[in-house]
């Protein structure tokens, strides 16, 4: 499975625009990008995903190079309620498969 | 259900005991995941069912832990003589048909298990 590597945390203010990019050097051919959000006593949720160029949807867009090495999650407008840690993982498709978590991006949103 | 339900949602136990945690998936969701979360970590995955049968097992971290899921639907996992390191949140998700590539995957919000 591919590895992901991510920043650890980001701080924000609210209504600012945050990019948390995350680098999978090894990505394979059959294998998505996808992101997940996770709050304080929850589970993770799935937020996006996408396979290459761009990908937007009512919560966030999706960023993905030609090269597919790495991917831009990017958050419009941050609000406090948009503080959780943020996983990148790439998950094969087409086969039943386990997901894989890092240590995510711990976002905080201030005023 | 509407969405993946776990209970208990907390669960304190003395070391050495025997604990279940269960998991409802959504309905029709054909494969259910177990999941483990330590404090500042990803969730670390335990063990996956399609169906009835657990397909892959490989995350469970020794024979104290033990999943069923015999009519496919609610799942149990069994843990024996608790150790304190086994206190954490146990996550449970469902996805459609198990390509989480293209679905997702719904997650409960969990079971935390404490050990003292």
């Known amino acids: 499975l591919a590895k992901t590597t991510q920043p650890i945390s980001m701080d924000s203010y609210e209504g600012q625009e945050v990019n948390i990019t995350c680098s999978h050097n090894?990505?394979?051919?059959?294998?998505?990008i996808t992101w997940y959000q996770q709050f304080p006593s929850q589970g993770p949720r799935f937020i996006i995903q996408?396979?290459?160029t761009k990908v937007t949807n009512e919560v966030a867009s999706l960023f993905i190079p030609a090269d597919r090495k790495s991917s831009t999650l990017s958050l419009p407008r941050v609000s406090l309620s948009d503080t959780a840690v943020y996983y990148c993982?790439?998950?094969?498709?087409?086969?039943?498969?386990?997901?894989?978590f890092g240590t995510g991006t711990r976002l905080q949103v201030t005023l | 259900g509407a969405g993946v339900s776990q209970t208990p949602s907390n669960k304190v136990t003395e070391k050495g005991k025997y604990v279940e945690l269960r998991c409802d998936p959504i309905?029709?969701?054909?494969?259910l995941y177990w999941y483990r979360q330590s404090l500042g970590q990803g969730p670390e995955f335990l063990i996956y069912?399609?169906?009835?049968?657990?397909?892959?097992d490989s995350g469970l971290p020794n024979d104290r832990f033990f999943a069923v899921r015999p009519e496919g639907s609610v799942s149990t996992l069994k843990i024996q003589r608790t150790e304190r390191g086994d206190s954490a949140v146990y996550l449970c998700?469902?996805?459609?048909?198990?390509?989480?590539?293209?679905?997702?995957?719904?997650f409960g919000s969990g079971t935390r298990l404490t050990v003292v």
């Open positions: 998700a469902s996805s459609l048909n198990g390509d989480g590539g293209n679905y997702g995957y719904t």
């Open positions: 090894n990505i394979a051919t059959n294998d998505y």
């Open positions: 996408g396979y290459k």
């Open positions: 993982l790439v998950v094969p498709t087409g086969t039943a498969s386990k997901l894989t």
């Open positions: 309905s029709g969701h054909t494969a």
């Open positions: 069912f399609q169906g009835t049968g657990a397909a892959d």
